[in-house]
């Protein structure tokens, strides 16, 4: 195992651990505005982690599936961002 390997999995693990954090927020969040920036943080998380999967086996197929789960944080994000607009008035 390189510097470069033990690097990327010190990463990987560390984003991991935000990641379980995050999801503890959301879960356990206060208000909607809070889980909506808690459900748009696991998207940034997963897209960070599938990366640094990609780059370790050098699979750059695994890129296409990074720009579906990044297009669907953004669309769910969207869509939450509309529903808590909606519910204001």
């Known amino acids: 195992m390189g510097i470069f390997d033990l690097a ?5 693990a560390a984003t991991a651990i935000s990641l379980a954090l ?3 927020r959301l879960l356990l969040g206060p208000s909607i505005p809070d889980r909506a920036m808690a459900f ?3 998207m940034i ?3 960070a ?3 640094m999967y ?6 750059q197929s695994l ?3 990074v720009l579906v789960v990044a297009l669907l944080g953004f669309l769910g994000t969207v869509a939450l961002a509309r529903y808590i607009e909606e519910g204001r008035n």
């Open 45 to 47: 998380h997963v897209v």
């Open 54 to 59: 990609a780059v370790m086996v050098n699979q």
């Open 8 to 12: 990327m999995t010190t990463l990987m």
């Open 22 to 24: 995050t999801t503890a």
């Open 40 to 42: 748009d943080m696991i």
């Open 63 to 65: 890129l296409d599936s």
């Open 49 to 51: 982690l599938i990366s």
